[in-house]
């Protein structure tokens, strides 16, 4: 079985998932080829964990190179499409007759104003004629709608657990004459990668010998919709000039990793103090990653899902960074009654009143304009700096009974059946 697979370009979030799954698809017996495609920064987390594929395409239509095969070729010499979030490439699935699942760890999430028996109807009458005619069809509807849209043209689609989600599911399915499956499942996740990490280094215990790090900045993708390493970059700006008076205000941190997708190339950089403190700015593949997270005793990270699940998988309890995006914000509030949601950082500590438009872009306007405002203002900065060391400061106090109690207390909120078993057994029983 040849399985053509892709991920939404929404920073790291559905690349990594998407990597996941094919790392679990490389031992099941009846898949032989994993083929990933796709651009921007899915194609940068593919080409950074590429042992994860068998190819991989970066295909930027229309600008197709004439030495990579398109994509309409590619699915017609498929055999079965998996699509982590990407909505068209459902589509695309659907009107070329491939057996399709969708992945999809933000289900709570997507926001619609399109009534759902409306976008069942759609769903229903879709023609398979042509992409374009298919597209069309669909133009109504928001990008969030289109990947409600995506749950009900795939033949499967697999839902990380999150808070809110059962209900969800039940909502989206219970249209009139639907018989469409969607599965729940916890984690989505490598696995495999977070149990040779715990392995290799030990997560109850200190590892053997120092850690390379004592503090892992995790900044995600960053690159999505909106936001862009050179453009809406004023949270990337904010974290830079932040960096230098973190290593003075907290002596301590003298090994520092700063990762994520912004620090390739030019930008993959080593800062150094006359303190001997140094700052390594870097894109690193998954798994070695996940040993870095396994072995460094604190961490701060953009409050993504699969962060924060490889995190507590591994026994680290993380600080959160300020929100990036409106996403961040959707999870730091559904996590609000927990240890980490109530230490997270957030904009809010900065500017109290300040309106955030309950929307994907709007609202990651809005925090665009706040990092701006904080950077350009050196009195807003100063209250940044000073509640972030608040944060800091509470998350440094905490014992390690409290570190390994909220650490337990995501896990037991985010659980859900095994990823692995899901997925298998919809392979299986095709």
Known sequence: MRILMGAQNCGFGPASVLVAVSRLLSGHERVHERVFVGDSISAAFAHRNAAAFNAVHEINEPHEHASVPSLDRLMANSDYVISAMDADLVLR????????????????????????????????TLPRTSLPAARHHLSCL???????????????????NFPGVSRRIAELTGGAGTDHTMLLTGPLVD??????????????????????????????????FLLDFEANNAYLQLIHRWIPDMLTDWPRF????????????????VLRTASRQHV??????????????????????????????????????????????????????????????????????????HPLPEDDYSGTQALVAVAGRILEDDRLYARFRRTFNQRIEQYLALSPQQRATGVTELRRLLDGPPAPAVIASILTAR
């Open 93 to 124: 699935a659907f009107v070329a007759r491939r057996p399709v699942l969708l992945v999809d760890c933000l289900f709570g999430f997507w926001q619609h104003r399109t009534p759902l028996t409306r976008i069942h109807e759609l769903c229903a």
């Open 142 to 160: 928001s990008p969030h709608e289109r990947v409600l849209a995506a749950h009900l043209l795939a033949d499967h689609s697999v839902v990380q």
């Open 191 to 224: 696995l495999e990668g977070i149990k040779a990490a715990e392995t290799e280094t030990g997560t109850d215990e200190p590892a053997t010998g120092e850690p390379d790090y004592d503090l892992l900045i995790n900044t995600g993708g960053f690159k999505n």
């Open 254 to 269: 003298t090994r520092v990793l700063l990762c994520g997708g912004p620090y390739t190339g030019p930008r993959a950089t």
């Open 280 to 353: 390594d700015r870097r894109l690193l593949p998954q798994r070695e990653l996940l040993r870095h997270v396994a072995r460094t005793p604190h961490s701060f990270l953009a409050p993504g899902l699969s962060a924060l699940h490889e995190t507590t998988l591994l026994g680290r309890f993380p600080l959160a960074l300020h929100e990036q995006h409106y996403a961040h914000t959707f999870t730091v509030r559904n996590l609000a009654d927990t240890l980490f949601g109530r230490l997270a950082a957030r904009f809010t500590d900065v500017l109290p009143g």
